[in-house]
């Protein structure tokens, strides 16, 4: 891949900046990618063509004139479809909202807009955000780059998808239980889950939930703290922001040789996949040696899997309930199950809960007094195909929910951590592996300065590099 669209967000921006990449041919090269490969791979949704070339003559002429382009100077932007985007459908993945136009953007949306994005497309997503796999009955199923007929992963798949093959240079996820770390795995690029309130959520139906959080995908960690900073920010309208979570201009390397990192391919209570667990040991002895400590260890999770079933499911009956009553018909499988068993839910059951959930954050807490930053896979499995909803068994072993393959990153949403998604090469099936890079709530630059660091060690190894999608392949040519 050598065309302008290929280029990291990062390189694109010098060279607007050094006047030798035209915006205009930048987003002309993105949308010539859209043409070639998105009727394969389904990744961008809905699509504002002349807005875009218009946003990209402006900034050309700004910076002819010599005037201040932004942030992000243009670069063309995708939006995951949970995100309003003013004047550009909007679906939420549902057939409630299918022919939605919102008339304002989101505050994330609109901050991105006023530092220089090029806010151009919608990117696929499952319906509500429900699930691992990203298939809605309003545009059907994103397809892995690295094969079409396997899943992306959700739900910000596709963003990953869109990211990994070079249909824009910066896109927005958001996350859950793995929503933008899952998908950033099995497409080859990076994802960051930032702090609660580190990226302000001030439309969220349950303010007082730190469990779903806004945040940046890109190819590269620096491209993903490109975006970071313009999506970061203060909002008192978000109980959990704060003017302290503040994201630095420079993205800095951490020296691994001093830090002490602990490592787990379950994190104690996880399903995870034979194959994938012998490729992620494989990375971690390569992996263990640039750290001043590196040993097995993980914080204890006592109940865990309980505590996010519940929790989840009170936020769905928060959200759907009413949408279950009245529309049923027009919702998907995810969005019911979640919903119904939140409704089967007591006070006493919800309350054990919260205590539980308070534990395991302090036992956190405390793990990372020992510890900078634990690692361990990004997801249990390899991409299955995306016309089956979910994994519903590992290693023989029959998954109780639609969500346990996945536990791998929800289990880390319960610790309210911020968490980097890398990739490193190939699994044992030739898909693309990743590892998450935690730390404690609050390090997210420390986080990203060792995942930076981390992803120049992977880059030195063709084994363990960054894949790249067969472009060629996916455009039938």
Known sequence: MSDPCDLTAVEALEQIRARQLSPVELFESC???IDAINGTVNAVVAIDLEGGREHARRTEKTLQQGGDIGLLGGLPTGIKDLEATAGLRTTWGSLLFKDDIPEQDDQMVADIRSDGGNIFCKTNTPEFGAGGNTVNRVYGATGNPFNP???????SGGTAVALATGMMPVATGSDYGGSLRTPAAFCGITGFRPSPGTVPSVHAGSALTPFPVLGPMGRTVADAHLLLRSQAGFDSRDPFSSSDKTIPSTLESDDLGSLRVAWSADLGCCPIDSGIKATFLSRMNRLKSAFK???ESAPPMDNVHSVFEVLRGLNY????AERLKENRDLLGPNVIDNTERGLLLTAEQIAHAYTQHAEIYRNTLSFFKDVDLLICPAAAVSPFPH?????????GEKMPTYMRWLALSYVPTTTMCCICVLPC??????????????GPIGSDARVLAAASSIEQFFAADEST????????MLSGK
Do not use: Y
Request: proline share 6%; charged share 25%; hydrophobic share 35%.
């Open 31 to 33: 949308v010539e990618r």
């Open 387 to 395: 016309s089956q909803l979910t994994v519903t068994e590992i290693n």
């Open 425 to 438: 090469g190939l699994d044992d099936s030739g898909m693309p592996f990743g590892i998450q890079v935690i």
């Open 293 to 295: 400590e590196c040993d």
């Open 149 to 155: 007929e396997l899943t992306c992963a959700g739900s």
């Open 465 to 472: 590099r960054r894949p790249l999608p067969d472009i060629k």
């Open 317 to 320: 009956v928060g959200a759907h």
